[in-house]
C-alpha cells in the first residue's frame, strides 16, 4: 500500500534554530500533501497543503515565514520551522492522498524546543 | 458545509468488552468515510474504510458500516484488547481531492 515517510521522528533545538522536517511519498507520486499539527490529546489541525511546483496554501493563523514548505518533486515536500520557540514544541505530521482512496499518514515528528 | 461529529471521549474499557465509538457526518454529496487510528507517539493509519452506502469496512476486528439514512459511521469491535488503546478518528472524504475532514479523536484506554 501507500507509503508515506517523515523524518525525523523526533528532534530537540534550542531555540532559535530552525528545523526541517522531511515528508515522502515512497511508492507513488504526490502532488499534493498536507502538514497538520497536533498537541497533546487533540485533533489535527490542518496547516497547509502543499503543492508540487507551486507556493503552499496556508490556514488561516497559520504564519507563512514562520512555517516555510518546500514541495520540490512529486515525492517530497518539506515543512522548516524557522526561528522556533518552546511554543512551536508539538508533534507534526504530514500527508498525502493517493489516488483520492486514503489519506496516508507519515508518523509524525515530534519537536521540542529548549 | 461537510463535517464529521464523533463521540467524546475518553472511553475506558475492560478487555475483552464491547466497543462502540459513535460518528456521524454531514456532506452534500456521496462521501468516503474511514476510520484512523493513532497509537500513543505514531502517526494516523488508516484503519477501514466504506467508499458507498452499506458498505461495511472491516480490520483488525473492527467494523464499521455506511449508514446513509442515518449519516452515521459508527466503530464496533466485539471484543477489545489492551493493544487496541489508542486515538480513534472518524474522517470524511468528499472525493474531490479538495477536502478531508477529521473528527476530534476518541482516546480508548482498554485495562486488563
Known amino acids: 500500500g501507500a507509503v508515506v515517510s517523515q523524518h525525523p521522528s523526533w528532534v530537540i533545538c534550542k531555540s532559535g534554530t530552525s528545523v526541517k522536517i522531511e515528508c515522502r511519498s515512497l511508492?507513488?507520486?504526490?502532488?499534493?500533501m498536507f502538514w497538520y499539527r497536533q498537541f497533546p490529546k487533540q485533533s489535527l489541525m490542518l496547516m497547509a497543503t502543499?503543492?508540487?511546483?507551486?507556493?503552499?496554501?496556508?490556514e488561516q493563523g497559520v504564519e507563512k515565514d514562520k512555517f516555510l514548505i518546500n514541495h520540490a518533486s512529486l515525492t517530497l515536500s518539506t515543512l522548516t520551522v524557522t526561528s522556533a520557540h518552546p511554543e512551536d514544541s508539538s508533534f507534526y505530521i504530514c500527508s498525502a492522498w493517493p489516488a483520492l482512496l486514503a489519506l496516508h499518514f507519515g508518523n509524525g515528528t515530534r519537536l521540542t524546543v529548549t | 458545509g461537510d463535517s464529521v461529529t464523533q463521540m467524546e471521549g475518553p472511553v475506558t474499557l475492560s478487555e475483552e468488552a464491547f466497543l462502540t465509538i459513535n460518528c456521524t457526518y454531514t456532506?452534500?454529496?456521496?462521501?468516503?468515510l474511514f476510520w484512523y487510528v493513532q497509537y500513543p507517539g505514531e502517526g494516523l493509519q488508516l484503519l477501514l474504510k466504506a467508499t458507498k452506502a452499506d458498505d461495511k469496512g472491516s480490520n483488525k476486528g473492527f467494523e464499521a458500516t455506511y449508514r446513509k439514512e442515518t449519516t452515521s459511521f459508527h466503530l464496533e469491535k466485539g471484543s477489545v484488547q489492551v493493544s487496541d488503546s489508542a486515538v480513534y478518528f472518524c474522517a470524511l472524504s468528499d472525493n474531490t481531492g479538495n477536502q478531508f475532514y477529521f473528527g476530534t479523536g476518541t482516546s480508548l484506554t482498554v485495562i486488563p
Open positions: 511508492d507513488f507520486q504526490a502532488t499534493t
Open positions: 502543499s503543492n508540487e511546483g507551486s507556493k503552499a496554501t496556508y
Open positions: 456532506a452534500t454529496g456521496y462521501p468516503s
